[in-house]
């Protein structure tokens, strides 16, 4: 061995000698001459910024601003240009000296991307996969990534269930395949898993994203990726002389839109037909003020004709400001990039705000012609907080409540309910939520001394920390003098999350005229810490010392701890295939093993494979049909895990939260109790999707129709369910892997360009995505579990419940008889006014047995549009996402849970009173004595944003003394078209969540 | 050649990473929360287990959730074991209680399934216990283990016990399934009931026998707390005369005695022994009650104590006085009230109020139990704002009692308010599960089903006598009689529904005196239905409903 060792220097120091003279070779074939050019794009804009590199040296330059550069090279020598987005371009120096090159954009199939470990060109995929380039990412002008995401990908569903500034949407990849498990896609960060929060990221680093969808394409990824995965990549350097760029935003947002609730007189009347329908009252009971219709505190300001609109009080005008600088450049050995940015944003609810600096740099080193080292980092500070108001409680509060006393301060109750107190009782109190993540993305790649193979091992840590502190003065509800207590509540919390990932890849590549071989073998290990602690307190000395002096608390002091630790061990083999770049063939096979899972199942095998055909290439397409300039055929096949279950679900846990005292001044004690879901399952083991997945690639009529088809069919086995059984065996629910449930889907995207003519373009992206998932098992015995919510043959989330199928009205016949002469009611407990219920078993009366499965809670299909135009040198763009037939709960239509019988109401309910027999909303005086719910199919379609620009001429820029100028104005979440109006947030199914926000955006741009 | 050497290293490589970390690496090491092996290994782990018993068997009275209790999620749990009885009628209502008051319960009303649900977690916590008792050998004394046994088998059975008369015939299970059961059927109830008097005749045996002895946490169970379970469960079996026998083990155990005199935190302010049951802080023995045998701890603003979503039943039972003009809330007056049940005027009669029918009720005059400290039927205007009514009385009428539920006469025993904080939802009083004045009661209806009426008038008497009530004879004892003493002496306290049930009465006392429900009152409504969800999860076998509920 040490024998052999001592060979390899010395050849590697031949080898040396022979480049060398090799290129003295070259050099000395031909004198260089002074080669000038003009580089431009297929619309005839000059392109900045382009890299030319004279073949197999390291002598190059960048292209300036009008597209201009200028070179010394021998005749005969090949010139490279390359741009990132475009495709490379090869010519061969010409002796005039002057070379004019004309660059093929975005469309090009020679594009190369991003896939799991590695890069691939575009055409040689053999797995479903969507790219987001700058364009699309730039369309929207949100802070949030997912914001401009949204609407973007064909089967990428983003949900912004809660619209807060710097909170997380949800993302869903084809839909659901887990009944229970997390169905959140893996993100890989610059090559390596990251489980952060995707609000953390400025979205103005991001360089592309790509989404992987099928089982082939995410089948490296194994276990992590069964949800699909999203590939991002940040910015780096360039070759080329230092840039400086600055970005900047300025906004204002308000709600998109608010509840119209009831006015006061509407009000009043509502409140009497509660009193007469629902209590029995009459006559001079039902006046405002001799009788008991609304509460002593109403009663005040009807008499005084005080009013308030409560929604003016919880929500305000937010203004955001945003700013970037980043500097870029690089030699050929070694590529830089530094970008800091700071976003300050306010929320349209009181109080609430973000606040965001975010730093990342990278660089990109050549060491030799072996060895490639790189390392990236993302830092983020988000500062959130603020306690908001109950928006709940705004919306529902009377028109006649008080507000304030004389002293201003809020009343607790204003219309003295204790369920809905005043939205305000709480804002007063000093949030602070800090949240800090570092992360860190570094590789080395070496070349072995084998023609074909290379070594490449990846490293990335994620640390992350957060910080909640809250403190109620007294001056809070929560934290007021009470019961002779002195006042004041705390609480911290802080936790801390690392983890870290290693891979080691071993690749080896081989290509001859016909066939290319690609081999990739990898081994990875993961792990997971999170550690977290908590205090809290109450009867603080002074309000002054705020949440900083935990010791001083006088009562109810409490502290708790956590820890959850998870592994990952995974070895992956992958083999790419093609042969003459027309067939092409992936085969992957991976095991996964993971801590979560008992002892004899952590391990598990997921094999795939996929092919792909350019028929585009081949002869009986090329020769007879030229409007076809690219046709592709992809089928894959393969399992994919999950693993998503937290930690120890396997093992017997006790409930320890509760103490409890013996004896009047005792002091508490521990106590531990088998909770509901205590007992574990020690045979859990992975879920396995299966998925099988047939696509087309398609550009026809000289790149004016381009896109892409997907069919797909999932079976997920084994599911991992939390599993409701009979609680008299100790325990209510259990982890288990049971049932099997599929997702069959089609996905449509299509790029096209409108019109192309000289000044004017106009292009059009269109998504659409129509996903149908059902389970298809449940523990093998055929009967659905009532108690789950889950059918066999219907989809995974419905709706379970009686159908309301119109009103009762007097005069119905409320009675029925059976064959013995019995009597009984049709439906317990009904009168007129009350919710109608569907008698789905037609046996006469209404029982359990008529419940039916109203609807899935997922939608039919969704559709989007973005459009962009251009003019010389303005621009516009606008983009609506639209989601059709899912169903909801109907809150408007659920009286008795909406009112209470004492809240206020939505203005022009149409509800029924005996003088308003044809209402659609049941009576006040309904008791719902079955407990069903109100239930409705919802489509929407949103102007997700709308977008003016101005780019200003490179000539004019430079007499400003910058390379370029964009300016743009926005407004994003114009408006919201649906079938429903009476909530805040059309991606939330509770009327109350946060609200959208409508916000209209200033941008600038400058490039130094 | 050197191919291979580089492949070998990498190889080598790798392979030594992949074995020295895949040996322990995927194993899961167990920190941040309790497990029964590393808990019930000690005695002290088994103390902070039976210390869970208590917080669960607590949990009965939370209502919407609070310190790790999520059990009902309702306002009214404890009142649907009141109403649709001969005591109170639907008030203010509420729309978790208004199915049981109207008798139109289906299996999916909420608390049907949270009783349910609330038994079967404090028997399969008790199990659990059980269970790793026999495994456990580090006790700390020999005699710890049958002390633990005897307070999980206690537990156990107080469980079972509201399941057979909430249910009827429910599944028996004394151990933790592992393999979980899809299949279960219901054991007769007279076979639950024989494993119930057995785990009370162990605890009966094992748990300590003197609650003042030193080192003794009040709030703990003793033996005696086992023979009042113990008689209350013979009584359900009709085995009268051992009834009788558990009962007397409590009364002349020696350590209790019916309060016949002042004592407490208020024993000067103006009232009588009966009210000093009912204050604040006055239900443990150490302040010098000994008339309590159980009580359940719910300490003000204390970790461990009460909390907000704890004990509502002062808000279902006070009059909403508060709706009137004229009234603000007061702490003297019993905090807020919501009314969601009043009290019926057969048994509180009319006398003292401007209502009508001019029903004389079921108190003798001098009976403290109807004093204006236990029964407040004088209100007087308090809100200093209005100076044309302030300081006047304000008079019970049939509008403020039956229709608007502002005033009536009122319970002072769920009275609770703090001067400071008058919008408290919980109610932070101790709660006297069982007391001496019961077990005599319970004492007198063993007699009465040994058919020897002159027995249990005299158990009966000793309750009468402490409240100054007339002493009544032989003829006059009854089984009504009794229900109605129940009333005088437990209204509230006990769960009225279980007394009916046990003792045959309920259809005919609800016939009787429930003018809301006397037509529609079926043999069938002494039990609830089973819940849905039970049903439902019990997929391998049918598990047969009550009769009446649906199918």
Redesign the interface.
Known sequence: ?LK??H??PK?GFMLSVLLLLSVFQLYGQQDPIKITGNVIDENGEPLLGVNVRIKDTNTGTVTDFDGNYELQAPVGATLIFTYIGYTPKEVTVASSGVMDVIMAGDMSLEEVVVVGYGKVRKKDLTGGLSVVGKEKLNMVSSTNLMDRLAGQVAGLNITTSNAAPGQDQSILIRGQNSLSANNDPLIVLDGIPYSGSLSDLDPNIIDNLSVLKDASAVAIYGARGSNGVILIQTKRGLEGKPRVNYRTQFGLAEPMQRIEVMGPNEYIKLKQDIGRLR???SGD?LDPVAG?II??SE?ENYARGITHDWQDYVFQTGYTMDHQVSVSGGTPSTKYLAAISHLDQDGVVYNSKLTRTNISTNIDQVFNDWLTVGIGSQFIQKETGGVTPNIEHAIKQSPYGKYKDESGYYI??PM?Y?LITNPMINVNADQDVTSRNFFLSAYANML???KG?S?RTNYGYNYRSGFSGIYYGRDTFAGR?????IGGRASISNSHYTDYTWE?L?RYELKTDDHSLDATGL?S?QQTKRISSSQSGEGFITDDSGYHMMDTAE????IS?????T?L?S?MLRLNYAYKGKYMATVTARTD????FGENN?YAFFPSAALAWQIGDESFIRDHATWVDMLKLRVSYGANGNQAIT??R?????????????????????????A?DG?GNPNLKWETTYTTNIGLDFQFFNNRLGGTVEMYLSNTHDLLMIR?????????R?WDNIGQTRNKGIEIALHTMNINAGDFHWTTDLNFSLNRDKIVQLRG?N?D???NNWFIGKPLRVYYDYNMTGLWQQGDTYFYTDPDGNQREIQ??AAPGSARLEDVDGNGYI???DRKVIGSRMPDFRMSMGNRFSYKNFYSSFLLNGVFGVWRDDHMANM?AWTFGITNYVHGADYWTPENPDADIVSPGY?????HGFYKKVSYVQVKNITFGYTMGPDLAKKLGLSAVDVNISVNNAHTFSNIRQVLNYDNSWMASYPTARSYMLGLNLTF | ???N??LKA?VLL?CT??VT??QD?????????????N?FTSTYGF???V??????T?SEYNTYGE???YIHNGACPYEALQVATDIVSLGYGD?SL??FA?L?L?????FVGTY??WA??L???A??ILLFSEKNTNWDQPSDKELFQAEARFFRAYAYRTLMYLYGDV?Y?E????D???N?TRTPREEVLGHVIEDLQFSAEHLPENPDSEGF????LTRWAAYHLLSEMYLLQENYALAGEAALEVINSGYFELMKTRFGVKKDEPGDPFSDLFVE?NQ?R??GNRESIWVL?F???????GTNSDDWTRRAWNPKY??I?GFVLADTLGGRGLAQIVPMKWWVGTDGTNASGDIEGIFDDADIRNSNYNIKRNWYYNNSGEPSLYGKKANITDQTWL??N?LFPALTKFFYG????L???GSYK?RMKFRLAETYLLLAEAYLGQDNPSKAAEAVNEVRRRSGASVINTGEMNMDFLLDERIRELVGEESRRFTLVRTHKLVERVKEHNDALRDKVRDFHALWPIP???I????DVEFPQNDGY??
């Open positions: 061995m052999k060792n060979v390899k050849i209590q029995g009252y009971q008991d509460s002593v009663r607790t109750e003295e204790s072995l001394p084998v193979l070594f003098e009470q019961a002779g207590l080691n071993l081994f290990m009562r109810n002091q409490k701890s956590g820890l959850s630790e592994a061990l070895y093993g993971s801590s979560v952590k930690a120890y396997t093992l017997d846990r006790l409930h320890s939260d509760v103490k409890y005292i013996w004896g009047d001044g005792g002091t508490a004690v521990n106590t531990a109790y088998l509901g007992i409701t059984v009979p609680i008299m065996n100790g325990y209510s259990i015995d009967t579990d009532i108690g317990t407990g029982n359990t047995d008795g008791v719902n004595t079955f407990g | 050649m050197k191919m050497t580089y990498g790798l990473l992949m970390a895949c690496f995927l194993d899961e090491d167990f920190k941040s929360e309790l497990s029964p092996t808990t103390e902070v287990g210390s869970g018993l208590y917080a669960l607590r310190g790790g209790a729309a208004t199915a109207n139109t289906t299996p999916e009303e909420r349910w649900n079967y977690s028997i399969a916590s199990n659990e599944p299970v151990t933790i399934l592992y979980f059961q899809l279960f946490k009040p709030g703990r802080n443990n150490k302040s701890q300490e003000f603003n204390t970790i461990g104590g508060q709706n003009t229709s608007a502002t703090r001067e400071e904080n919008s408290l939802t101790d849905q969800s039970i439902n999860a019990n997929k649906g199918n």
